[in-house]
């Protein structure tokens, strides 16, 4: 038959062609569907050959009456979109990760006096009572240090822990001297006189020589009497040299301030009283 003479020689040239990609390695994104080869009726013996396309292995299906030729375009590899929306995703989550980590960061407060035996370990205490009956807990860092280390490793003073016990509060800190990191890890720092604020400002001042710290530290410290809004007092008095009525004060002037105090930081943090 003519036609069929016609078209041998284009089998042929498929044939070979198919031959040829066959020795190519498979694309691993196809479905390993076989590959089909249509041609058009009573297509002229000079129609081109169906060229195989190297890139997805299939050939171009011819329409009736026209030449054969392999499409110049082939569909994206289906990986690169997977590890685009992968790489997407992830940093998505990295974005989503980092907000909630800062928002669930408790909120830390670091009360300061001379030798952290007396006034900073019953601020600490007094503070930790007002924020666990409402429920705070989770939201603060609380912790308590002194501007020498004098006493260092010590439990507080035994006529404070007996003073606040009075009162239903529990003084439980350990003596410890504050240290360059305080600066960094600590979002308020009460000083209890002008002379423990004095010394932390000084302190800060030596070490940031020696080690990078923030410059916004010192806007940190404040003084712990000037939350106060029953007592006129603008320092906490140090009671280790008086007698028992020296103590009752230095209690009075600390539930008046901190509870001050708690009130400012969750007025003005969102991830506190929400």
Known sequence: MPGAVALAPTFAAASSSAAAASTLAPNPTSRGDPLIIRLCRNAPASATPLVPL??????????????LVASPHHAPNPRLRFASAAEGMAAE?????AASAAEAKPFAVLFVCL???????????????LVSKRG??????????????YHEGNKADSRMRAASKK????????????KPSDFRDFDLILAMDRQNYEDIL???ERWRRKEPLPDSAPNKVKLMCSYCKQHTESEVPDPYYGGPQGFEKVLDLLEDACESLLDSIVANNASISG
């Open 167 to 178: 009162r239903g509060i529990e003084v439980t800190s350990i003596s410890r001297p504050i």
């Open 136 to 149: 705070l807990d989770s939201k603060f860092l609380i912790d308590s240090a002194g501007t020498i280390g």
């Open 54 to 67: 190297v890139a997805t292995r299939r050939y171009v299906r011819g329409c009736r009456g026209a030449a």
């Open 202 to 204: 000084n302190s800060f």
């Open 115 to 129: 030798g952290n035996i007396c006034r900073s370990p019953a601020a600490e205490a007094v503070f930790r009572t």
């Open 93 to 97: 989550a990295s974005t989503a990760g």
